[in-house]
Structure formats: structure tokens, C-alpha cells
Nanobody, 126 residues
């Protein structure tokens, strides 16, 4: 059974940091590109960061460049999102997703993701 389980969300004051984790099971994690998405209230879900299978290529949304960092540990089947200098605009539900090696890539990462987590809430208070 395929699972992506996010953790590490919570409430933090503006300027603070959080590290999200997403642990995968039920598929060959190291063969999948991993992405983090977020959905704020009343807005569409949007890409935050993407990391290729070998960790060599990344994409970051302009709004998080220089503040967020995506990384992965293939031995632990886990992808991370380190979030620093958080502000109220970062408040959202954060999702991780997995795209297999056959996925076509656009400018913002894979065009299709095979698996999704259920999300973790991040709330930043000003």
C-alpha cells in the first residue's frame, strides 16, 4: 500500500522556522522525484519545491527562494522541507507528492505526480 505521510507542521510566529518531513512507503522512493506543494485558504494548490531522484536538480517557487530548502534521504525514504523566515503568507496546508522517472518535466517540475500525502497544516502568526 502506497503511503506518503507528512509531519512537522504546526503554529509558529513570523520569522520562525519549521522542518516538514514526508515519509514514503509502498513504492521505490529513490526512483521518484519528490515535490512539496501548499494550498492556502481560498487558493489553489501550488508547487513550492521539487527535488529529482538523485537530489541533483531542484526547483523553488519564487516566493520561497532563499528561505526554504528541500532535501531527501533515500535511505530513510524521506523528503524534507526546511522553512526559515516564515511569514503569514506561508500559512497553508503543505502536501508532499511523488512523480516517477517517466514523468515529463515542465519549468516547474514534473507535470504529473503519481502519489500524494494528506497534508500537514502550517500556520504563521504575525
Amino acid at each position: 500500500q502506497v503511503q506518503l505521510v507528512e509531519s512537522g507542521g504546526g503554529s509558529v510566529q513570523a520569522g520562525g522556522s519549521l522542518r516538514l518531513s514526508c515519509t514514503a512507503s509502498g513504492f521505490s522512493f529513490s526512483s521518484y522525484a519528490m515535490g512539496w506543494f501548499r494550498q492556502a485558504p481560498g487558493k489553489e494548490r501550488d508547487i513550492v519545491a521539487v527535488l529529482k531522484q538523485n537530489g541533483g536538480t531542484t526547483y523553488y517557487a519564487d516566493s520561497v527562494k532563499g528561505r526554504f530548502a528541500i532535501s531527501r534521504d533515500n535511505a530513510k525514504n524521506t523528503v524534507y522541507l526546511q522553512m526559515n523566515s516564515l511569514n503569514a503568507e506561508d500559512t497553508a496546508v503543505y502536501y508532499c507528492a511523488a512523480a516517477d522517472w517517466m514523468a515529463r518535466w515542465g519549468q516547474r517540475g514534473p507535470l504529473k505526480y503519481n502519489y500524494w500525502g494528506s497534508g500537514t497544516q502550517v500556520t504563521v502568526s504575525s
